[in-house]
């Protein structure tokens, strides 16, 4: 029989050798193996998970056996993990350091449980048992632990595994922050070489009496000025985003309100344009509890963006309701569309669509969409590029309404 | 000199404008992007083409290479205008054959000055 044991140990060896490294996979051949303990009736992989200690492998047909789940304190295999040492229990029935009720649940007469160590503790046990008393013996204390061998060298490749992992996404972060910065510089170049080229010119489109020449470079100037100060807000609302602390400020507010003042604020980029805003709303009032400034934000980045890639004389449209207790604002735009290749950098920093640099309308600075769903999400809200619509680009955004949000507070406060 | 202008950026459009009327002897079209300029550069066959680099769209190395695989436009130099401090890309631009690279930010004043020197001065 100890040939056959070897042999079974062997073939273990050589599956979990060929297979690809996942740990259940070497957890499942072992306890499916039945050459290498063939007088066990069934075999499992138990694994702690809180003060309980929970199959992770098992060989055993019974349903109830498959789900079950053992205390720490008061069963052998919790022994075994607190003292290190392989245990064998020749009969449950006499053995008092076994948890008698289960051992009877599932006809369980003896066992030999195997501690697995990883990282100078023990993490679980390999157990084999029997519906017969007597039947594991010092040969068999030998196998489990040969055993236990192969599942603790499996389990300091999976911590390798991991921190190759770790490597890699710190190495990751590295590049996507240069590669943050060298987009940043860019982006301020650009308004700079606008205004390094502007102001000399205007210097002497001025000193030869050229005034409308010279305020024309001026008012470039100015706009160069303005998109820079953009950038440098938006910039600042980014590390704060990354930061995690975006200042809130939450007040009572209706949602009309809010999207009228923004709706101003656009007006005379969107008369540029000869656009037009159609605004649709339910007769009651949507009212929020919200930070006013920083939805505004995020709706102008959104009706910005709209009044940019409209046609000249295009209709934007935004509609508000109320839905499943929702605050639903959507917004519409008569342009090219977002390109379904373009929508998975949608939200991302410095994400752009050709088309970008409309004449007549400010340019964007490429952080506004997400700038926008970060706000958005800061306000227990979403947004989301409605891909069904076809006539345009639609934008749906979500907030949650004042009574709504008022019932997850105390939900949150209980 | 005949110069087609490349540039997405419409307040650098108008400043390259004004800054090549100003100093004399140039011709300027411009163009919002890459696509655009090679019919532009093709029908009105001008003496340089002076592009951005980063441009929505086809960019300026793609305009380079598309304006070299046509016979017509082959022989055209161009010069990049660009922000780019990068040196491996800057080294990229000249050995795909662009003709030499201007600096963003320009000195708007000297700019026709550098540009005629680089359209007339290597062959």
């Given at each position: 029989m100890q040939n056959d044991q070897l042999s079974g140990l062997l073939c273990i060896q050589q599956s979990v050798l060929a297979s690809s490294g996942v740990l259940q996979q070497t957890y499942d051949i072992i306890v499916e193996n039945h050459a290498v303990m063939p007088q066990a009736t069934g075999a499992a992989i138990e694994l702690i998970e809180g003060n309980m200690l929970r199959y992770a492998a098992v060989r055993d047909s019974r349903p109830e056996v498959k789900s079950m789940q053992l205390p720490l304190v008061g069963s052998l295999s919790g022994r075994a993990i607190l003292t290190g040492a392989t245990l064998i229990c020749n009969d449950s029935e006499t053995d008092d350091r076994v948890d008698l009720e289960a051992c009877r649940r599932v006809g369980l007469r003896s066992m030999i449980v195997t501690p697995i160590p990883y990282r100078g503790a023990n993490i679980g046990v390999l157990k084999f048992y029997s519906?017969?008393?007597?039947?594991?013996?010092d040969f068999d204390e030998l196998v489990t632990q040969l055993l236990v061998g192969i599942i603790a060298a499996g389990l300091s490749q999976i911590s390798e595994t991991e921190a190759l992992a770790m490597k890699g996404k710190l190495l990751e972060a590295v590049q996507l922050k240069q590669e943050f910065v060298s987009m940043v510089s860019h982006e301020l170049k650009s308004p700079i070489a606008a205004l390094l080229g502007a102001l000399p010119l205007a210097e002497d489109a001025l000193a030869s009496g050229e005034t409308a020449t010279g305020q024309r470079l001026l008012a470039i100037a100015m706009r160069n000025a303005e998109r820079m100060k953009r950038l440098v807000d938006d910039l600042m609302d980014v590390h704060a985003i990354d930061e995690g602390h975006l200042s809130l400020d939450l007040k009572n507010v209706e949602l009309s309100e809010i999207v009228s003042t923004v709706l101003a604020d656009l007006e005379p980029t969107a008369r540029s344009k000869q656009l037009r805003f159609a605004v649709t709303q339910p007769q009651e009032p949507i009212r929020l509890n919200t930070d006013p400034n920083r939805l505004s934000q995020a709706i102008v980045n959104i009706v910005a963006n709209a009044i940019r890639f409209s046609p000249i004389g295009g209709i934007i449209s935004i509609n508000m309701e109320l839905s499943a207790n929702q605050a639903v604002i959507r917004i519409d735009d008569q342009?090219?569309?977002?390109?379904e290749e373009f929508r998975d950098k949608l939200?991302?920093?410095f994400s752009r669509v050709a088309g970008d640099h409309a004449p007549g309308t400010p340019q964007g600075t490429g952080l506004g969409l997400f700038i926008s769903q970060n706000i958005l999400h800061e306000l227990s809200g979403g947004i989301q590029l409605d891909s069904q619509y076809k006539s345009g680009a639609r934008f749906i955004i979500r907030l949650p309404t004042e009574q709504h949000q008022a019932g997850r507070g105390s939900e949150r406060g209980g | 000199m005949k110069i087609v202008y490349v540039d997405d950026d419409e307040d650098l459009r108008d400043i390259v404008e004004l800054a090549l009327l100003s100093h004399g002897g140039f011709e300027l079209q411009c163009s919002t992007d890459g696509a655009s300029a090679l019919a532009l550069v093709e029908q009105w066959q001008p003496d340089a083409v002076l592009s951005d680099v980063?441009?929505?769209?086809?960019d300026g190395m793609a305009l380079l290479a598309e304006l070299q695989s046509n016979p017509a436009t082959a022989r055209i130099p161009l010069i990049f205008l660009t922000a780019t401090t990068d040196r491996q890309k800057r080294a990229g631009m000249l050995a795909l054959g662009a003709r030499g690279i201007i600096d963003k930010p320009f000195d708007p004043r000297r700019l026709g000055e550098h540009l005629a020197e680089m359209v007339s001065g290597a062959s």
């Open positions: 519906s017969e008393p007597g039947v594991f013996g342009g090219p569309g977002i390109p939200f991302t920093r | 980063h441009m929505a769209g086809m």
